[in-house]
């Protein structure tokens, strides 16, 4: 018919699986992908790079039994990802998967990246840089100070030891003459029905998975990773470095630290990272936590896929 307005594409339905790390969300995502038919989509801020598998966790080959995942060594270990690039791939992998009848599965803890999805990115200005190496040369303590004088509200969400995210709000700050929570307000989520799922655990168990995670991590050859990737060029100044596994076997590698102390660094940064996850995730709206405490991921599985049901009647 002449004039008729062009049929829009439906609003892609999303099934999100975050929460800190250590609570099992890979293992779960991938029973409820088996059972609702869905492929996966990482939201893991460093197993976007190749060669990063034993220090991100990444589940096996034979562990994702048959389901298709994605966004999985998409970056060589020199380059670099952003969050930007993140939402481009994602907002493809979810249309491409929903053109399959299937149902796309965001799983991860890589607050940057949910928020991308879940918050929306506002076109800030690139990175300087100069300025960045300029606030390098600063301590934390004095950037989170300075941080509180000029934005006092993203001041409230960011913990005092999240460097990467103090840096570029005080970069932005600095470029622009704006908070960056300020500009933040004109972003948009990405145009999907998001159901969100987190997953926590109690504190003393939390803290023991993330000991059996480190142990694990070593048994299967962490250190020896690293020592090839280092050996294939990864350096300091790489994106990929800041992964926690690695800066810390780079220091065991330099003799600086025992393997006992390797150890103990690992368990003690990666339950620092939880805490922050915690502190963000305590202002995401819209999410029903689910205690996975003594819990196996098929249980965790079916109160998902039932709170996917009671959604759905209440919708």
Not at 46 to 74: E, M, N, W, Y
Not at 114 to 133: H, V
Not at 246 to 275: M, P, Q, S
Request: with cysteine.
């Amino acid at each position: 018919m002449d004039g008729a307005r062009p049929k829009e594409s439906p609003t892609p339905s999303v099934v999100v699986i975050l929460g800190p790390t250590a609570t099992g969300k890979s293992a779960v995502a991938i029973e409820v992908a088996l059972q609702l038919g869905g492929e996966v989509i990482s939201a893991d801020s460093r197993a976007f790079f190749r060669g990063l598998d034993i220090a991100t966790d990444k589940p096996s080959c034979s562990a994702r039994c048959g389901v298709a995942h994605h966004l999985f060594d998409v970056v060589a270990i020199d380059g670099n990802y952003d969050a930007m690039a993140f939402r481009r791939d994602a907002d493809r992998a979810i249309r491409e998967i929903g053109e399959r009848e299937h149902v796309p599965i965001v799983v991860g803890g890589g607050t940057l990246y949910l928020g991308a999805l879940l918050r929306g990115l506002f076109p800030g200005p690139s990175a300087d840089t100069a300025l960045r190496n300029e606030l390098a040369e600063r301590p934390s303590s004095e950037l989170y100070e300075r941080l509180c004088a000029v934005d006092p509200e993203s001041a409230a969400k960011i913990h005092p030891h999240d460097r990467l995210r103090i840096v570029r709000a005080l970069e932005v700050h600095e470029l622009t003459g704006q908070p960056i929570s300020t500009l933040q307000k004109g972003s948009r989520p990405l145009p999907c029905r998001f159901s969100c799922f987190g997953l926590r655990r109690a504190k003393s168990d939390h803290r023991a998975a993330i000991a059996a995670r480190v142990d694990r991590m070593l048994e299967r050859g962490l250190v020896a990773e690293v020592t090839r990737l280092r050996q294939e060029g990864l350096r300091r100044d790489h994106q990929a470095y800041r992964t926690i596994g690695v800066r810390e076997v780079f220091d065991y590698l330099d003799g600086k630290l025992t393997l006992a102390r390797l150890r103990e660094i690992l368990i003690n940064h990666t339950w620092t990272l939880v805490r922050r996850q915690k502190a963000w995730f305590q202002n995401e709206k819209d999410v029903l936590w689910i205690d996975v405490t003594g819990r196996t991921p098929n249980a965790i599985a079916d109160e998902i896929l039932a709170g996917l049901s009671d959604g759905l009647k209440q919708g």
